[in-house]
């Protein structure tokens, strides 16, 4: 037997037994007569002591030991003289009396701290010592905890854990496949899935009602800020549904973790808030509920005072921060700034302030006399020591600025706390979005996604007014989740590809088994899927997804520990029957 207890469970009760434990050195201290030594294992920190005069040869032992050397030690529990309230062992400390090493290491390249010297990079070199890292090892703790709530919910609810293939033909999800040659199949490919969509379905044609997995998906994308080239999802369906039922399980899942993991009750149902008014109010498909702030229309308000800019614009929009008719000159320029980034891409911002004393300046004084300015203000919800903020031009793309630039204004006033956990519904999503670059339309959630019953009609007349039967799960500004109810006519399904530019003979060939399964008796069905990673770091409140997965790779989709992707061996190429070209 290696140990007879954890590094983290000792305490004051335990005080005269004699212990074995087994951890890692975490640090060294040499006080002349006694050296101290912290050893750690996942469950917490225990001191052991040797005592230079009791034991002279164990505790010159001790003093050679390196940082990360792993040890077996056993001793007596005893009270310690000077406690350290932070830990739950601080009380105790072991007098060591056998030791023994296990492994020795080399000095790590970084301190295995929660303050660690070690950068990212090289953290991720080391990935396997930055998981050691207490701070680092919570995350990775909470993610199998909500593993294991969800499954623990899912089975109460009657949900089928079922897993689907890796190697699959490609599924669209918008994204590109990354792909996996086929050795036995000359010049063919499997690809991994964007996710199991398919199959999913498929197991409802099953009959098996209601499915879930915890699963891996990849998606070959130029990598932003917060994604990985694969990813996890809590992957759901379920038949004989419809979308109010889908929202009701779901909304009592994401209540059911919340409770258990954080213990926060969510008491009110969520809000449901249809995609137009969060592109109107919020500017993102996204919203942020955490602070108001909401996008004011100002269009019909501010034209023919001669401002040509305004006068020639399509939309002109506000947001009112509270309490920032006091921003300098400096400060108004940095939200300039801000706006003509490339990330945000205005041409120019106006602003108004409503100053405490009740007089008005603005960017645009030449144009707008101070009762113009007041009636822009009060539309708003403003008063007097408010700021309001104002961008002009096509009324997509200005609403989209105005929420970027909402949220940016959120950040300056500390308005987005990650202790506060504001859940929504985004629903009635389009079902199509038009591409100009290509002319034509592209799914907006995927292709099995239905329309609402009452816009089938539309199909071939005016794809563009149809809502889907689709939904998001949003909180604080992160699209947790989304699903949709499918379709599972034949017919429903092959407008659905006509008006995605399919000919019969391309649905066939992409998509030809989910068709024909849909004529043996396909049940009413839709789902969800989770981001999973997503939603441990909104549980965490971590800004990335990466502090939550094990193994992660970098913005580049480069593993950096085991230097991955990799060149092949040209043997290996010639098996699977690739050239590489330069
Ligand atoms: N497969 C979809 C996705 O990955 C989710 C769903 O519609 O269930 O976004």
Redesign the pocket.
Known sequence: MYRTHTCGCLTLRDAGQTVTLAGWVQRMRDLGGMTFIDLRDRYGITQLTFNMETQPGLCAEARRLGREFVLQVTGTVCERSNKNPKIPTGDIEIHVTELRVLNAALVPPFTIEDDTDGGDELRMRYRYLDLRRAMVRKNIELRHRIAQETRRYLDDHQFLEIETPVLIKSTP?GARDFVVPSRMNPGQFYALP??P?QYKQLLMVSGFDRYFQIVK?FRDEDLRADRQPEFT?I?C?MSFVEQDDVLQLFEGLIKHLFKKIKGIEFKEPFRRMPYSEAMSLYGSDKPDLRFDMKICDLTQLVKGKGFGIFDQAPYIGGICVPGAAAYSRKQTDELTDFVKSPQVGASGLVYVKWNADGTFKSSVDKFYTPDDLRRWMEAAGASAGDLMLVLSGPADRTRVQLGQLRLEMGNRLGLRSKDEFKPLWVVDFPLFEWDEETQRFYAM??PFTSPRPEDIQYFETDPGRMAAAAYDCVMNGVELG???IRIHDADVQQKMFAALGFTPEQAEEQFGFLMHAFQYGAPPHG???FGFDRLVSMMAGLDSIRDTIAFPKNNAGRDVMSNSPAPLDASQLRELHIAVTE
Request: glycine residues 18%; hydrophobic residues 10%; negative net charge.
């Open positions: 999800e964007q996710s969509q998906c999802q992957d369906e959630h995927h989304g699903g949709s789902g969800i899927a």
